[in-house]
């Protein structure tokens, strides 16, 4: 199984010198809590939904000035074709919650630990069997908030 | 099992009317990712990092603006002295991932979804046994981010 | 949440003197992996077939022979009253994965670890929300045995 | 990851035949549940403790009878270098809880429904990070008995 079978989060892209104000719209209308920063097309960076908050509102800076001052750079990656088990070790090692997933050295999405735990569920879900759809009858309930 | 004994987050509280700037670094002091908003030691709302980011920055709010802009208000809690299930079907029905613990109407803490799958992980280790801890030998990584 | 809530087993029991052959007739009837044993309504001992094949066959008993000389006593038990968590902490204490559930004196199911995992799995499908349901479109195939 | 890496079990075999009883004291000797059924090398059938228990005991089988009488052939398998996420799909799709692990036509193990809990233990380990260490500093009891 590959990262790109699990992984269900779009890469939401902005280039290099983009206003603080226009990476918070992109995550506000994609509905996702990080952005990635590019420059020519190659991946130079990621925000998050948080680092906009801290960075932006306690350091001080502006809602114009660039996303280059909050991003993080260098970016822990993964590769579309990687091993599933490949991302669950760079997750533990890096202990990040997004990891921007490439196919040569073109971004194609986000893997969030969000993702991973749905594969741990499935994972459980198939060595239960059918008793375990048979206990998950209620409604679920409305959908879980990214970030709160 | 109580929720009180599941909690791990303190609760980090601002009054109603304090400056978002003031709000963020809060969050960056004590390492939350959402603040209380309170008003005469009654909570009155909720503000996550996230909601920080896009209202702020998104919505063109200033750093001096007031937290009610952003906060959500009501908000969902649960009882310190519930029992653990019931805080899983709250975070079920609401979609939340952060619910205040209220000890009558005090707030005492923050219950977060990682919390409840610490609770979950916990659970699968009485399961399986001394068996479970032999294949965890390798070193866990630094400590997970809690937004990114 | 209490035991009771848990607990998908029946009680098949069987009175002490009760001869191995009526024993294994039991389990396959019921399709339970193990019975309890009982003398006056009061629990002695368990017995799974797994003691059965060994006991009997490698021990070199005749299907003739009382339960007795192959069950495990005294027995950890559970109170169908007790919460969930004392029944996690009994299966972590013991090792043991099959633990008689007491009404009083009188024996009302077995808890196995198989119920504990679906309550697992439950929990964990409280957390993810509505996209845990969503990921699991396919048909999930035949039931599991309980034994092979 | 290949199932190689998860199966934990060794493969204890025994030559069509081979009389009921000295099954059972493979069993009891090894600590297995199951015991895999061999004709010159080629695997023909699995037997579990269950299967021992009952057809022995409740089908009025001797000791002296051949294992060929309880055995279930055909035998679905895993192929030591398949990817765990076949071996997750073969225990759905089968039902059963251990698979004997072939390399060619040799058997070189058996992959239980047990090994693949742990993996799933590893994976959530993997994405909670170090504060799953930190909360299972309580001693784990003793081993988990394989079959009650």
Chains 1, 2, 3, 4 share one sequence.
């Not at 594969?119 to 879980?144: I, K, M, N, Y």
């Amino acid at each position: 199984m590959t990262v790109s079978e699990a992984m269900s989060h779009p890469a939401v892209s902005v280039s290099t010198g983009t206003p603080l104000r226009q990476v918070a719209r992109e995550m506000a209308e994609y509905g996702v809590g990080s952005v990635l920063v590019t420059e020519g097309g190659t991946l130079r960076g990621i925000v998050t939904d948080r680092d906009l908050a801290l960075g932006a509102l306690a350091g001080g800076l502006d809602a114009n000035d660039a996303v280059d001052s909050v991003m993080t750079s260098p970016v822990v990656t993964v590769s579309v074709t990687d091993d599933i088990h490949t991302a669950y070790r760079t997750f533990r090692g890096s202990g990040f919650r997004r990891l921007p997933v490439l196919d040569g050295h073109r971004v194609v999405g986000v893997l969030t630990v969000d993702d991973m735990l749905i594969d741990v569920f499935q994972r459980l879900a198939d060595l239960l069997g059918p008793v375990a759809w048979s206990v998950l009858e209620e409604s679920p309930g409305p959908p879980s908030a990214e970030t709160r």
